[in-house]
C-alpha cells in the first residue's frame, strides 16, 4: 500500500485571494476596530490618533517577520519576557593574585637528559612525577 507524503508544509494555505486565514483575520479585526474607534470619537482628530497606531499594528501582525518568525510570536516572546521571573545567574569572577613572592627554583629536583630520543624523555619525566605525587609507589 502506498502513502503520500504530505509536501510544503511550511507554506500556509492562502484562503482569502493572496492571504492566508490569520492575515485576513488580522486585517478585518483592525479595519473593524478602526470603524468602530472613528464611528463612536466625539472629535474625529483624536480617532485618528488611535487608528493610525493600530494600523501600523494590523500591518506588521499581517506582513512583517523578524529572522522568519511572525511578528506576533515575537510580541508574545517579548510580553512573557517582560512579565515573567528572570534567572540570574552568577558568574565567577577570578581574583587577581599578587605576586609578591618570586618562585624559587629548587636545584635538587633537576632532571638530566638520559638519552637523545625525546619520546624516551617523554615516559622518564612522566614516571618521576607519578612517583612523586603518589608515594606509594616509591
Not at 470619537?41 to 506588521?60: E, M, S
Not at 599578587?98 to 637523545?116: G, H, I, M, Q, Y
Amino acid at each position: 500500500m502506498r502513502f503520500q507524503t504530505p509536501q510544503f508544509i511550511e507554506v500556509k494555505d492562502k484562503i482569502f485571494g493572496p492571504f492566508t486565514l490569520r492575515q485576513f483575520i488580522y486585517m478585518a479585526g483592525g479595519a473593524g476596530l478602526s470603524i468602530v474607534v472613528y464611528t463612536f470619537a466625539p472629535i474625529k482628530f483624536l480617532a485618528w490618533i488611535v487608528i493610525i497606531p493600530t494600523l501600523g499594528l494590523v500591518v506588521a501582525l499581517t506582513f512583517y517577520k523578524i529572522h522568519g518568525r511572525p511578528f506576533i510570536d515575537v510580541l508574545e516572546s517579548a510580553f512573557t519576557y517582560f512579565v515573567g521571573s528572570r534567572l540570574y545567574l552568577w558568574k565567577k569572577v577570578p581574583r587577581k593574585i599578587e605576586k609578591s613572592a618570586k618562585k624559587e627554583v629548587d636545584t635538587s629536583a633537576f632532571v638530566p637528559r638520559l638519552s637523545d630520543s625525546k619520546l624516551k624523555d617523554l615516559s622518564w619525566s612522566l614516571d618521576i612525577q607519578d612517583i612523586d605525587r603518589n608515594p606509594l609507589k616509591k
